[in-house]
């Protein structure tokens, strides 16, 4: 019977390493930097033997392994196990599966960061008992990833999930993605952070500056969350367009796929839900079917950084046809 | 074996009643208006009467019949057969699964009918092949259905695909919904008749007017289409105005759902299809994540008003184990 598996969460700047009991249970956990820079073969050695530290922590033989499950950047194919471009890694069209499997020998299964953070809370977070929900993440970009039916849902080409791209504002600001307004340029971190300079630019924005040091090149969403929260009215208006944004972005989801339940995470949501919540549920009520609305539940994310490694988990576990927390 | 279905499309002015073989060859049809007006237990009467006229249009017993498909306005639950609410009809929380079996003796199977003129276009039509698809009709209203994984995706309340009420612009007109700015209140037929009139009003829109009879009030979107049709400059800003607007809608489709196929029907796109086409794809590059426009394939409806009784008789082939067309 299935001991133990491996749950990896391969971001561009640290690689965080999970052991678990079959039942989900975490029994040693490691982070090490990625250290992208040394080049492909490098991370995927640095990768294995994280695999086998968190074993040596927990006093496990690697032989009670039964599976180990990565969370990457996107976009990637976990059906051939193929990443197809990893920016922050460097990576172009990597059979990263294979050799990943190659090193441990273990049976490795593949998926993008997004939808397995909707995985983690959907198994051992905020989404236990849901059955068709939306992960959302808030931080320097906007993401999310999809659960149907109680799995992953990727679409036709594993693409599925990117509320981020999502037109909210027409003829809005530029996007990384070449488009305009989408709901990633304007309530991101990033978003949040640009809006404050442009008005320090204007002359405004007092409190934020000083916050920043007086340098408005400095001011991250970080120094607009904490100006909004020591009452600074401009730096809450700028949440606040953020949160009627995202509500915008919820609502489209919430009519197209009638959802029961939306896990709120990343930074942005973390350091604001006070904050945003109100305005966030107000233009979602504004903007959802009045039947959709009443069915949908908005929750914090409940497994902070924690997220991409425990999906990783959860997806390693149902690779060998186990399903912890149903 | 299962010898025939049949599938009903439940209408507030007709009843379209099909019997197919169980490899979903059509044997008959009838249609008839559906009475609403003579109440909820004559309209099931009226049912009833069509599935024993189908079955004797074509010599074949009712015996041999397996199991009966409707399609109805929702909203209602396909699990326990209730409508909940039926404007059109006056109806109002009825156990219509349970009355139209008990006066059947079949088993009866209910879905809405957005939910199965997807299933039609997927089983029969333009969706055969296709196993994440999105069925769109544009005409007095903008309504969806949603196959995802080969299957109608109703998502936890039944309600899933309302791509009409996704807001596409921001404080735009009001929407029958109580929305503001919803892609029904800009691209239905409904939304282009409107725009028409206001140009009227505005002392422009001369061709649209003289097409009309001269009267404002007479304006609908056939109108619009027909003076697009022989070049009209003012129709055809009407119609690619709404063109634009049905990309926002459907992009935030694709970026959410990375389907394969989006079947386009009703009334405005079949009457403007070619005018439609340009812009509405343009409207879709721009706005959808690139690897996923890619991925998608934009089709028109082939089932034309045969939709909502082939969906019906598909529901009833798969209510008892069938899959006709995969």
């Not at 300079?197 to 340098?215: D, K, P």
Request: net charge negative; hydrophobic share 45%; proline share 4%.
């Amino acid at each position: 019977m299935a001991g133990y598996v491996v749950g990896i969460d391969l971001g561009g700047t640290k690689i965080y390493t999970v052991l678990a009991a079959a039942d989900g249970e975490i029994a040693a956990e490691v982070e090490v930097p990625t250290g992208a820079e040394q080049g492909y073969e490098r991370v995927l050695d640095r990768i294995a033997e994280t695999v086998f530290a968190v074993c040596s922590r927990a006093g496990v033989g690697p032989g009670a392994v039964s599976a180990v499950g990565v969370g990457a950047p996107g976009p990637l194919d976990p059906g051939n196990g193929v990443i197809h471009q990893a920016p922050n890694l460097g990576w172009r069209k990597v059979p990263f599966r294979d050799d990943l499997g190659a090193r441990l020998r273990f049976p490795v299964y593949l998926e993008n960061d997004a939808n397995l953070g909707a995985l983690g809370e959907h198994t051992y977070g905020a989404g236990r008992g849901s059955s068709e929900m939306m992960y959302v993440t808030v931080s320097t970009g906007v993401g999310g990833g999809l659960i149907l039916r109680g799995e992953i849902y990727g679409g036709a080409g594993g693409g599925a999930g990117e509320i981020g791209h999502i037109t909210v504002v027409p003829r809005g600001p530029r996007c990384g993605c070449g488009g305009r307004g989408c709901l990633e340029a304007v309530a991101s971190g990033t978003a949040i952070a640009r809006r404050a300079q442009e008005l320090i630019t204007r002359g405004a924005g007092t409190e934020i500056l000083t916050r920043a040091g007086g340098e408005a090149g400095a001011v991250t969403a970080a120094t607009v969350a904490g100006a909004a929260g020591a009452g600074d009215p401009e730096a809450r208006a700028i949440l606040e367009e953020a949160a009627v944004h995202l509500g915008t972005g919820l609502a489209a989801v919430v009519n197209l796929l009638n959802p029961d339940l939306i896990v709120l995470g990343g930074g942005v949501m973390k350091h604001n839900w006070a904050l945003l919540w109100d305005r966030l549920d107000l233009s979602l009520r504004e903007q959802a079917l009045e039947a959709a609305y009443r069915r949908v539940r908005l929750a914090p994310a409940a497994l902070g950084d924690r997220v991409g490694g425990l999906g990783a988990v959860a997806l390693a576990l149902r690779g060998i046809g186990l399903r912890p927390g149903g």
